[in-house]
């Protein structure tokens, strides 16, 4: 089985700055791609960034603050996000899509958690 461990969730005052990580471990061929998605209730989960080799993309609100990353062995994910505001509190979600099976190119999403991100004013 796969497992997603995440980290570095907390409260910090608008302004601030917070490094998320998520590890990966498990039985794992290949890790094809990791990201981060945040929700609040009542709406829908959304993405953040992601990163795949050397490709990431981010959502617009994240575009400038937030960085995504990878460690050496691409199977832990950074996400080192500054100037927080009020807007960026949710519930923060790592999400990594693995290869476990290479014979019949089995791939999944697999998902952390959650860690809260709590901004103030």
């Known amino acids: 089985q796969v497992q997603l461990v995440e980290s570095g969730g907390g409260l910090v005052q608008a302004g601030g700055s917070l490094r998320l990580s998520c590890a990966a471990s498990g039985r794992i061929f290949s890790v094809n791609a990791m990201g981060w998605y945040r929700q609040t209730p009542g709406k829908q989960r959304e993405l953040v960034a992601f990163i795949s080799g050397v490709n990431t993309n981010y959502a617009d609100s994240a575009k400038g603050r937030f960085t995504i990353s990878t460690n050496n062995g691409k199977n832990t994910v950074y996400l080192q996000m500054n100037n927080l505001t009020p807007e960026d509190t949710a519930i923060y979600y790592c999400?990594?899509?693995?290869?476990?099976?290479?014979?019949?190119?089995?791939?999944?999403?697999?998902w952390g958690q959650g860690t809260q991100v709590t901004i103030s004013s």
């Open positions: 999400n990594a899509r693995i290869t476990v099976d290479s014979v019949d190119s089995v791939t999944y999403n697999f």
